[in-house]
């Protein structure tokens, strides 16, 4: 997860990933989906997943 402060704060790059036992709660929906492969131009934002239940 990237922090919003990115420049000045460390975030998972720097610290790695979260062992399962650490996470607390669930995913109740898609906030936002982006394709990696993608520019904004050409369709990066997935639309059809924003605010769906994960699975």
Known sequence: ???DNRH???DSRYWGFVPEDHIVGKAVFVW????KDK???DG???WNKLFR???
């Open 44 to 46: 990066k934002i997935r």
């Open 1 to 3: 997860m990237m922090g």
């Open 32 to 35: 936002l989906s982006l394709d």
């Open 39 to 41: 520019s904004l131009a």
């Open 8 to 10: 000045n704060s460390a």
């Open 53 to 55: 239940v994960p699975r």
